[in-house]
């Protein structure tokens, strides 16, 4: 099992955020918060044209085939930079239509998705209800416990009073998805839909670990240039240590990461989402009381990071949720060696 990324990987990478750090992603964040979702869209496209989300959709589809490894890569670069709208569920989508076994919405579908024109949000079964950026989103899809795939059509029933569901991040519009077209049925959507869950779990997983990095680097650089006493407040043991302990909880998040999307097994991916999730939340913590009360502003960008890591923490799997999937994991037959 290899734990780091190929060289080919690793420029793939780091396209992505110097894309992405050219982009001021900060301000589209801002604006897709207030409902403007031009620059949202454009900065989506400009994604799309790296072949990131080609990357969940099947080779037969326009895809470059499933490849959760490489996803997973690119998707820390996406909660690295904060970038707003349902990215986890686009991909999801794809993944759930590649793997329907039926060409029909594979075809229908497929192509916008990979191409970046279109995007899709989506419940699942055993999910939240809640449907992310279904105002923002081109298609929204709901798969229904009795194994059912609809087309939400237009804009979904939204709660209440006709508005978004506030979430603790203004860029994260919640609504509830209502009836729509039917697109298939049947045992096998159900067995799609739940990879593509534990796809979703994955990816979000991905964007907590970028989350928890870009929440602690602008916490060292804020800790070398704060000064009490006449020193840098990052000159401080409490500090070092605080500092120190949100590092390895983010290092050890990493190879679990990995190992998740090596393997994609319900255990291993729950294992990397409980990790990281509690990482990246330790990391805002972190943020927070080391800025002191000028975190709480939102004219600091550091508040749209801050704002993420709860929300992507609990999405696609809570940690108790998580814990409980880990649990139920069977032990791994191990073979003893003697000599």
């Known amino acids: 099992m290899r734990f780091l990324p190929t060289d080919e990987q690793s420029d793939f990478a780091r396209t992505l955020r110097s894309l992405l750090g050219a982009a001021d992603v900060p301000a589209v964040v801002r604006a897709w918060a207030g409902g403007e979702h031009g620059p949202g ?95 923002a989103a081109t298609y929204c899809f709901t798969v229904s416990a009795t194994g059912e795939l609809r087309l939400s059509e237009g804009v979904p029933e939204v709660v209440p009073e006709g508005g978004r569901l506030a979430s603790l991040d203004p860029a994260r519009g919640l609504s509830v998805p209502a009836g729509g077209e039917l697109l298939a049925a049947g045992p096998a959507v159900t067995a799609a839909a739940e990879t593509a869950a534990r796809w979703a779990r994955l990816l979000t997983a991905a964007q907590c670990l970028g989350v928890g990095e870009a929440l602690l680097a602008r916490t060292v650089e804020y800790a070398k240039q704060r000064t009490q006493f006449g020193a840098p407040i990052g000159s401080f043991q409490a500090v070092k240590h605080r500092l120190a302990d949100t590092l390895l909880g983010l290092e050890f998040a990493r190879p679990l990461l990995w190992a998740a999307a090596l393997s994609t097994a319900p255990g291993d991916v729950a294992a990397a989402k409980l990790t990281a999730g509690e990482a990246a939340y330790a990391a805002a913590r972190t943020a927070l009381q080391l800025h002191g009360a000028v975190g709480y502003t939102e004219e600091l960008d550091l508040s749209l990071w801050l704002r993420k890591a709860r929300p992507l923490r609990d999405a696609w799997g809570t940690p108790a949720a998580c814990r409980a999937a880990v649990l139920q994991t069977p032990m791994r037959a191990t073979r003893r060696v003697t000599t």
């Open 41 to 135: 869209r454009a900065l989506w496209s400009r994604l799309a044209g790296t072949g990131l989300f080609a990357l969940a959709a099947a080779e037969s589809y326009d895809g470059a085939g499933l490849l959760p490894l490489e996803l997973s890569l690119g998707f820390v670069e996406l909660g690295r930079a904060g970038v707003p709208g349902p990215v986890v569920e686009t991909a999801a989508a794809s993944v759930l239509l590649s793997e329907l076994g039926d060409e029909g919405p594979a075809k229908r579908f497929l192509p916008g998705l990979v191409a970046g024109g279109a995007s899709a949000t989506l419940t699942l079964p055993g999910g939240s209800p809640y449907a992310l950026d279904a105002d």
